[in-house]
């Protein structure tokens, strides 16, 4: 299991952990696309599929997008959490946070303020987040996220991802 330390480097001002995202460093999302890539390949669909499958998109094209995806390192991954200089370039929660000297805006006593209106917009199971942070801490809270996102657990579609489930 990640450290607390490590795990603690992990939560955005935000609410969100960046270990539980499905995009952070292709965790989920890149293994994923390489496990379909391998089930195409192993069923053959590179060879029968664009000249008897009656499809209507470009499956060439189709290969090396999902190619694209598998590569951790292909630029559609964050790199590297908020507080690490990652995430969304010029976000005001980032910036509202730090002035208010928070790790993490629930720790805030204007918490949820106008900066943060929107992000819950796209975002509403923060709320859900904010009450279990007040009622585990900040530490028990954390640990709970790393635990979930050990276990391949991806905030954004609220699934398990893990192989090892299946075995």
Same mark, same amino acid.
């Given at each position: 299991?990640?450290? $607390? ?6 939560? !955005?001002?935000?609410?969100?952990? /960046? #270990? !539980?995202? !499905?995009?952070?460093? #292709? ?26 499958? !009656?499809?209507?998109?470009? $499956?060439? =094209? ?12 292909? #630029? ?6 908020? &507080? %690490? #200089?990652?995430?969304?370039?010029? /976000? ?5 946070? =730090? %002035?208010?000297?928070?790790e993490i805006c629930f ?6 303020? @106008? ?6 917009k796209r975002h509403p =199971?923060?709320? &859900? ?5 007040? @009622?585990l801490g900040l530490e =028990? ?6 635990? @979930? ?19």
């Amino acid at each position: 299991m990640i450290s $607390f330390l490590e795990a603690k480097k992990l939560i !955005g001002y935000c609410g969100i952990y /960046c #270990g !539980g995202c !499905g995009m952070y460093k #292709g965790r989920i999302i890149a293994k994923v696309a390489d496990d379909l890539k391998e089930l195409i390949e192993a069923h053959g669909y590179p060879v029968w599929v664009p000249e008897f499958g !009656g499809i209507d998109f470009n $499956f060439m =094209e189709f290969q090396k997008g999902l190619s694209y995806f598998t590569k951790e390192n292909s #630029g559609c991954y964050c790199q590297e959490p908020c &507080k %690490d #200089g990652g995430g969304v370039p010029g /976000c005001e929660i980032k910036k509202c946070a =730090e %002035d208010q000297g928070v790790e993490i805006c629930f720790q805030c006593s204007d918490y949820p303020c @106008k900066h943060f209106s929107q992000f819950l917009k796209r975002h509403p =199971e923060i709320t &859900k987040e904010y009450k279990r942070f007040n @009622k585990l801490g900040l530490e =028990e809270w954390i640990k709970t996220q790393a635990r @979930k996102a050990e276990k391949e657990y991806c905030r954004a579609t609220r699934k398990y991802y893990s192989k090892a489930r299946m075995e």
